[in-house]
């Protein structure tokens, strides 16, 4: 998949693809420093917003540090100029070095001297390594190093780099951040000077290079760290062992896309979208849609010591606006007192707003930053929450994210089941009205054209409320209605129960249940446990006992219904508070 996205970056022109990356380019936190030739120097600190991906400069030339910087950095810290890994830059041009380091007495004149000396002297640095044919060649083509601006610029660094201070600007060197220096050069000379250090750097290791009709061909370097502690990695069966070879020109393609992807993963935008109709490579972080469909490619992508890709997939075809918009209804029709704000009724025209939903009433705000993190780093004290949030993120995000609905109703049937009964097991029943609510309404959504969903409607719960409190005998009238009742019999049997640690017990069986003599079974107990003995409503209970009793459901548990009468205001104890009023209003 690497490949199909790297064939959609090079259908830009070279120079597109560079001010594609410089156009966003993040250079990292620090003082930059351009040195013009007079050796006059002008200041600008640089930082990036975290927060808002927004970068803070406190002067001019912004565009032209950029680009000295992209040409001025390392492959990575393990290929440095500078044996002792203290002078981050690339060629005599650039000076870059943490300000630490020369507050610690790390950076010595000896080391500059000694950086000074391999760029103009690369053969120190490549000796008889399978990288000093590479550099001679390269050298033939852009000439050698220009002797005079290195020694020119060496000595203007020993002069000034241990008391940057006498430079007459505000530089805080307190900061854990960079010192960059850059030299008042054309563009093109930092672009050849950069490349006199990217070419023979270019492969993982020159060890796995070989020479095809006098081409050469290794190991890119990103993503593919081939050493002695991942001898996995090697083909033992070929005569190459490196997984697969590029030559230069594509393995410098390759560089450029990693470095157009740390762009995106530098403003946290972890997400991408490589359209192949547009020919577009779009970043959004995890909160982030696309505004138009798209199909092609995607890319989970992480900011470490370089960027790394952790997902990949194929998006057939995406877009954020649903065929058909998405209820959230209120079928229960509880009301949230301390969160009013609470979106009953919601019409959902896009997958971010149900997104929203799903992350909001099913994981408590845990699932949208949590869709790859590790298990170690999800913080959810609630362990139902957990083990559903793992066993669905990856397929939740498949579907809100890259199109792909496949499965999803029996998914969510399974997830939104399991959340249910934790957090009626914890006793957060208003939270369990409304998980119910929206897996009413998913189940409904996704059986369009289909089996329906069991519902619920308040004209059932006032019949069921005729039925209990009438002076004649009733009997219950549909399967809906006697699942119903039975939750709302188990509700009051639990308000019965005065230990806290007993009423998980209590609740667990007829939550597993899964027939109607099992149920039957556990409320004959409770019944014969309480009967003697209840305080509030006794004729009513026995009443609605009576109707479950004689009523035979034809059809299977349908464990929603039972779930629903008991996260729903219990009718029993609606009586008795409203009674317990009506003597208080009365003294």
Known sequence: MLGECLEIFRSYTEEERENEILKNYIPKDGTYILVMENGE???????????TGQMSKSAGGYEDFCYYDYHSNLVSMNKPLDTNKVIHSNNYLSFFVKKESILNGKL??????????????????????????????????????DAEVLQRNRQWVLDHIF???????DIDMSKKDYLKIFFAA??????????????????????????????????????QGMNAKKPFLSIKTR????????????????????????????????NIYVDQERKA??????DEYPKESLSGFYLRIQKGKEVEIRDQDVVPFFDNHLK??????????IEDEKNPEHEFGKICETLKEVEWLINDVFFSKMLVNNYFSEETDIKITEESVKRMLLLSRRKLFGWLHLGNAAGMRDLLDQVSRELIIGSILNGHTLKAAKQLNLRMSLMQYFSEGGEEMADFSMELRENLKVKIFSEEYMGLESDREYYFAVGQLVRYFIYLSKAGKKKQSLINPFLNARTDAKLKELLGKLYKKYNYDIPVGGEHVSRLYGMIECYEPAGQVMQDMVSAGFVIDNLILEKKEKKEKEEKDDE
Request: aromatic residues 12%; hydrophobic residues 35%.
């Open 163 to 169: 008391c940057i201070e006498s430079l007459k600007q």
């Open 186 to 223: 054309d563009r093109e000379v930092y672009r050849r000077e950069g490349n006199r250090y990217l070419i023979p750097n270019i492969y993982n290791s020159n060890q796995y290079n070989v020479m095809v009709e006098g081409k050469t061909y290794g190991l890119p370097d990103n993503n």
């Open 108 to 145: 010595t004149k000896d080391i500059v001297d000694e950086y000074y000396d391999i760029l103009e002297h690369p053969e120190k640095k490549y000796g008889k390594t399978a990288a000093m044919p590479i550099y001679e060649n390269l050298e033939t083509e852009i000439g050698a190093v």
């Open 41 to 51: 120097a002008f200041v600008a600190d640089i930082k990036l917003d975290k927060k």
């Open 239 to 270: 005569k190459s062992s490196a997984p697969y070879l590029l030559d230069r020109e594509d393995a410098i393609l390759q560089k450029q896309f990693f470095d157009y992807l740390m762009n995106f993963a530098s403003v946290g935008k972890l």
């Open 324 to 333: 058909r918009p998405f209820a959230y209804e209120n079928r229960l029709g």
């Open 281 to 286: 490579i779009l970043g959004y972080r995890n």
